[in-house]
């Protein structure tokens, strides 16, 4: 199953663009159903940080609701596409200021050079 960009879950928030409620509610709650049932026992998260809270998304989005100072990592992808949108109003000039900091991969995304 696919999470990210998933076509039910887009189809339900044009539904809900255009008014639909009703319709935009099922088919979200179509999605979370087959999310359930699809990771009821397999790993969802994308989070490719190492972290004691990988997969447990209540704990680690209240974790971060706490400390207001980043996102989880697993929601960095789509902000940062939208910012990227936002960077373009000044040709990216942003990118020349921004020093990222170095993050602690779990162990089957490191490299040998880590």
């Known amino acids: 199953m696919k999470i ?3 076509p039910k879950e ?11 409620r009703a319709e935009g509610l099922k088919l979200q709650e179509e999605f979370a159903a087959e ?10 998260c994308p989070c490719k940080k190492a972290c004691r ?11 971060h609701r706490a400390h207001q100072e980043h996102v989880p ?10 910012i990227r949108m ?3 109003l000044t040709e990216h000039s942003i990118a020349s200021e921004i020093e ?15």
């Open 4 to 6: 990210e960009h998933n």
């Open 10 to 20: 887009l189809e339900a928030m044009k539904e809900f663009h255009r008014g639909n």
């Open 35 to 44: 999310f359930r049932k699809e990771y009821a026992d397999k790993d969802h």
């Open 53 to 63: 809270y990988h997969g447990n998304c209540k704990e680690c989005v209240a974790i």
């Open 73 to 82: 990592n697993c929601m960095r992808e789509m902000l940062n596409r939208k």
């Open 86 to 88: 936002l960077s373009e």
């Open 100 to 114: 990222p900091p170095r993050e602690v991969l779990r162990k089957e995304f490191q490299t040998i050079s880590d």
